[in-house]
């Protein structure tokens, strides 16, 4: 049986893979060849199309050129209501917006 593991970090994240013959697990590199990945997402809106997915270093990138359009440290947010002072501190600190959700959490949007 093939097991992965997925560590959610608020600045990075990481995958690991579990192989059997050598009773480990180990660290899958990204497109990138590197072991942490930056957990950042940017979509880029195209009129009339599908719109781009950047994630990891690509992500920061877009940041660069479109911070409202690239989401960061949402783990902090998440398990928080929206009224949260955390949430509140967020939402003016971070470029993109954050609106309730219909159980009043918060939404990175």
């Known amino acids: 049986m093939k097991a992965i593991g997925i560590d959610l970090g608020t600045t990075n994240s990481a995958v690991t893979v579990y ?14 060849s590197e072991n942490l990945t ?7 809106r195209r009129d009339g199309g599908e719109n781009l997915v950047y994630v990891g270093r690509n992500a920061l990138n877009w940041e660069e ?7 960061r ?14 949430v509140t501190t967020a939402r003016d600190r971070l470029s993109y917006q954050i609106v309730p959700g219909s159980d009043e959490d918060p939404r990175a949007h």
């Open 38 to 44: 930056p957990s950042v997402v940017g979509v880029r």
């Open 73 to 86: 440290s949402v783990k902090r947010l998440m398990g928080r209501d929206f009224a949260d002072p955390v």
């Open 19 to 32: 192989d059997e013959r050598r009773d480990m697990a180990s660290i899958v590199a990204n497109a990138e």
């Open 65 to 71: 050129r479109q911070p409202k359009e690239t989401v």
